[in-house]
């Protein structure tokens, strides 16, 4: 047996004797925050992000189909205790802890949330799992007005750990990197923080303006979101906001290219945050320019109403670039069943808007978002494993 495959079995063990414990904890204390590890769907997938959270590809290096299984059995083990919480495991006085202990002696319950995907690099010749790549997976799609830095881009793994403190999102991620050290690498990855509702409603972005009001709700979810194993076609698209250059434009320009008011995220034509636009009342784009951003995005047509999205967006800082500007923007992140169907032809009818201006989308990826876990025999990709 391989020194990777040793580790990658070891940390399964060592992750399903801490898990037990997790679980006994997590129902003890019927923390009503905790979000549900087990079921059909991923829960964070639906979620509204808390304040907290990272996004992470991994390029996995795992040498047989074998080892990568045994690679999705370990992440779904840590990630099971994680999102329950307990006393880790107790490897002996000769082995290095445990765990890192950056929440203390016992891992709390908390409302951590873990949504795992599958970039379409991992289903070349390695592992002979071309035929289960799920149809509508590919490569994210570079646009012409992307600025795509390939260290930046991609990966077989995706991982997206939110909560509503720093430090259990970070925990969590050097946690699933240690056990997972013999069968994946960190690609690229990147913080993020949601803002909350001011002065109420949905929260804002770096550019000031409320991120993600139209999403699909009710039995759309069903519809748009989900495929019909349970998955869901995952986007993320890392942008940078040119906030120097934004922050000099006028109050009223910048409404109009968005197409809502700073203050209420109220079309301009509306009152509030929830208002639909009237556009068959404004043909020519009077009151909400044809080329703004929602009405590029969501025309609001029959013909449109399939290509909606569930937007997840969280805001990033990164510190400052080596010309002394500021680096920050938005971790965008999509879900659908489809993504030529839906992200793509809105990215297609979002093509030179006026807000291309003052972003540079950078990096990214396209993922399948894999189903649940639905019990304790279950792990993460089971179905595509086989």
Request: hydrophobic share 35%; with cysteine; glycine share 10%.
């Amino acid at each position: 047996m391989s020194t990777r495959r040793s580790f990658l079995r070891g940390a399964v063990v060592g992750a399903g004797l801490a898990a037990t414990a997790g679980t006994v904890t997590a129902s003890a204390s019927g923390n009503p925050q905790t979000v549900p590890f087990h079921g059909a769907r991923q829960a964070g997938i639906l979620r509204e992000l808390p304040q907290q959270s990272v996004v992470a590809s991994f390029d996995v290096i795992a040498e047989n189909k074998a080892e990568l299984t045994d690679l999705m059995k370990s992440i779904t083990d840590r990630a099971r205790f994680l999102t329950t919480g307990g006393a880790p495991a107790t490897l002996g006085i000769t082995a290095p802890p445990a765990d890192s202990g950056v929440l203390g002696p016992v891992v709390p319950t908390s409302d951590l949330s873990v949504v795992v995907g599958v970039g379409a690099s991992l289903f070349d010749d390695r592992y002979s799992l071309a035929d289960r790549k799920p149809a509508k997976l590919k490569p994210m799609t570079m646009f012409p007005n992307d600025a795509l830095d390939p260290t930046q881009c991609h990966g077989d793994l995706s991982l997206i750990l939110a909560a509503s403190d720093t430090d259990t999102v970070l925990h969590a991620l050097r946690d699933l990197a240690r056990a997972t050290r013999g069968g994946m690498q960190l690609r690229w990855k990147i913080n993020g923080f949601s803002s909350p509702p001011r002065p109420a409603g949905t929260p804002r972005n770096l550019m000031g303006f409320k991120d993600g009001i139209a999403n699909p709700e009710g039995a759309a979810v069903d519809r748009l979101v989900w495929t019909e194993d349970g998955g869901s076609y995952q986007v993320i698209r890392l942008i940078r906001m040119l906030v120097e250059f934004w922050d000099r434009v006028s109050l009223a320009e910048q409404e109009n290219m968005f197409g809502r008011r700073r203050d209420t995220g109220a079309p301009l034509d509306g009152a509030d945050e929830k208002d639909v636009p009237r556009y068959a009342e404004d043909p020519v784009g009077t009151v909400i320019p044809l080329t703004s951003h929602i009405r590029r995005a969501n025309p609001r047509t029959p013909e449109t109403d399939d290509s909606r999205i569930l937007r997840r967006a969280a805001n990033y800082d990164r510190g400052v670039d080596t010309n002394g500007n500021l680096d920050m923007g938005l971790i965008f992140t999509c879900y659908q069943r489809d993504l030529e169907r839906q992200f793509e032809a809105v990215q297609q009818r979002l093509a030179d808007e006026p807000l291309v201006d003052y972003i540079s989308p950078y990096g990214g990826g396209y993922f399948y978002a894999l189903p649940g876990v639905t019990g304790p025999q279950d792990h993460y990709g089971r179905a595509l494993l086989g």
